[in-house]
């Protein structure tokens, strides 16, 4: 019951922008932190940054400063704000539920051309 819809990815140039999103439902979303991974093929998926109930946002050393990780308790939504990208940001990007192992969505594709 579940769901994880991610949007907002797409290809853009080194140095630009895109702002993700994660509709979340099936949970009271408020209660639960929130994580923005991404999977790069014939690589781990890695954690990129992650929001706690409290707004409390962390960020992997490779994204720090360029992304920002956002939540609106009202539309059960996450955000992804990715600035200054670098091709070697291109992968898939999924939201997580932090305390829901193993469930994902879709994902969205985020290209970054060189």
């Known amino acids: 019951q579940v769901q994880l819809v991610e949007s907002g990815g797409g290809l853009v140039q080194t140095g630009g922008s895109l702002r993700l999103s994660c509709v979340v439902s099936?949970?009271?979303?408020?209660?639960?932190?929130m994580d923005w991974y991404r999977q790069a093929p014939g690589k781990q998926r890695e954690l990129v940054a992650g929001i706690n109930t409290g707004e409390t946002a962390t960020y992997a050393d490779s994204v720090k400063g360029r992304f920002t990780i956002a939540r609106d308790n009202a539309k059960s939504t996450v955000y992804l704000q990715m600035n200054s990208l670098k091709p070697e940001d291109t992968a898939v990007y999924y939201c997580h539920v932090k305390l829901i192992n193993n469930f994902w969505g879709r994902g969205t594709q985020v290209t970054v051309s060189s």
């Open positions: 099936g949970i009271i979303f408020r209660l639960y932190n």
